[in-house]
């Protein structure tokens, strides 16, 4: 992990994106814990990008850059509601994660920020150890 990639944010890996009948869809390893009981460290999501996600959707959204001017890595929130303006606020389903930023921490979102929404949760995969067979 390098350091300028928290643990500690529901961020996003690209793993890799498919053009499928004019659709933009592609495959995100979910990073950190913001979004934990919902999302966990490592899972695999089906994202389908240029999406008009509605409130209650997880959603993957680029959130400002730090105030060093760092971007920071793409993120997954929950939609909670679209202002009267248009801006989205997003929340992250872990409020106690220490260092999460959602709209509480930076404000309402353009609709831009909203780069997609989560489709398809793949369950995690149990960690086998390496067992010597005694027989």
């Known amino acids: 992990?390098?350091?300028?990639?928290?643990?500690?944010?529901?961020?996003?890996?690209?793993?890799?994106?498919?053009a499928v009948a004019r659709t933009l869809f592609g495959l995100a390893r979910v990073r950190g814990?913001?979004?934990?009981p919902t999302l966990h460290e490592r899972q695999?999501?089906?994202?389908?990008?240029a999406a008009a996600p509605r409130p209650g959707a997880l959603v993957?959204?680029?959130?400002p850059p730090e105030l060093s001017g760092q971007p920071r890595p793409l993120s997954i929130k929950r939609l909670t509601h679209y202002e009267s303006d248009g801006r989205a606020?997003?929340?992250s389903d872990n409020q106690q994660a220490p260092g999460r930023v959602?709209?509480?921490?930076?404000?309402?979102?353009?609709p831009s920020a909203i780069q997609g929404a989560v489709m398809v949760r793949f369950p995690?995969?149990?960690?086998?150890?390496?067992?010597?067979?005694?027989?």
């Open 1 to 18: 992990m390098s350091p300028t990639t928290p643990t500690d944010r529901a961020t996003l890996a690209p793993v890799r994106r498919l």
């Open 102 to 110: 959602d709209s509480w921490t930076v404000g309402a979102l353009a």
């Open 60 to 63: 993957v959204v680029q959130l």
């Open 44 to 49: 695999l999501l089906l994202i389908r990008y």
């Open 89 to 91: 606020w997003v929340e």
């Open 33 to 36: 814990t913001s979004m934990e």
């Open 124 to 135: 995690r995969r149990s960690r086998r150890r390496n067992r010597s067979r005694k027989g």
